[in-house]
C-alpha cells in the first residue's frame, strides 16, 4: 500500500526506508508552507526570509541586532546575511548605523514603515497558520512541535 507522500509526489517505488519518507515528507511540507507564506506577503512586496529578518527586528525593538544575531535567530539560514541586509536596506526596509566606539559593529533596526506594514501582516500570516495547521488539533500540533524539536536536535 502507497504511503499519502508516495501517492501525493506518484512515486511507484517504495521509500528506502522510514526515515528517508519522514524527511522528504518535512521537506514537502515545509515547501508547500513555504510558498503560502511567500503568497501571503507577496503583496507587501517582500519575501518570507525579508518578513522573517522583519519579524526578528521588531522583536529585538529600538536596540536594533547585529548582522551575526540576526543570522543565528533566523527560522532558514541564509548562506549571505550581510547581502541580504544590503538588500534589504537598499529597498527601504531596514535601516544600519555604526557603532561609535567600535566601528566595526553595525546595528541593524526595521524602518518605522516597515513596522506599520509588518503590523498589517501579522492577522493574515496568522490566519494562514491557522488554516493550514488548526486541523490538526491542539494535542496533534503539541506532538508535532515536540517532534519536530527532537529531530532538530540530531540536525
Do not use: W
Amino acid at each position: 500500500m502507497r504511503s499519502a507522500l508516495q501517492a501525493e509526489l506518484k512515486q511507484t517505488c517504495p521509500f528506502p526506508s522510514a526515515e528517508t519518507e519522514a524527511m522528504l515528507s518535512i521537506a514537502r511540507t515545509a515547501a508547500l508552507l513555504d510558498h503560502a507564506l511567500a503568497q501571503a506577503v507577496k503583496p507587501a512586496s517582500i519575501t518570507p526570509t525579508q518578513y522573517n529578518v522583519l519579524r526578528i527586528l521588531r522583536g529585538a525593538g529600538a536596540d536594533g541586532l547585529c548582522r551575526s544575531a540576526i543570522g543565528a535567530r533566523m527560522v532558514t539560514s541564509v548562506p549571505d546575511v550581510t547581502r541580504l541586509l544590503d538588500r534589504m536596506e537598499a529597498a527601504g526596509l531596514i535601516r544600519r548605523s555604526r557603532g561609535t566606539d567600535d566601528r566595526r559593529f553595525v546595528t541593524t533596526v526595521i524602518t518605522s514603515d516597515r513596522l506599520r506594514l509588518l503590523e498589517t501582516l501579522d492577522a493574515p500570516v496568522e490566519a494562514l497558520n491557522r488554516r493550514q495547521l488548526s486541523h490538526l488539533g491542539r494535542p496533534a500540533l503539541r506532538v508535532l512541535i515536540d517532534t519536530l524539536a527532537l529531530a532538530r536536535a540530531r540536525a
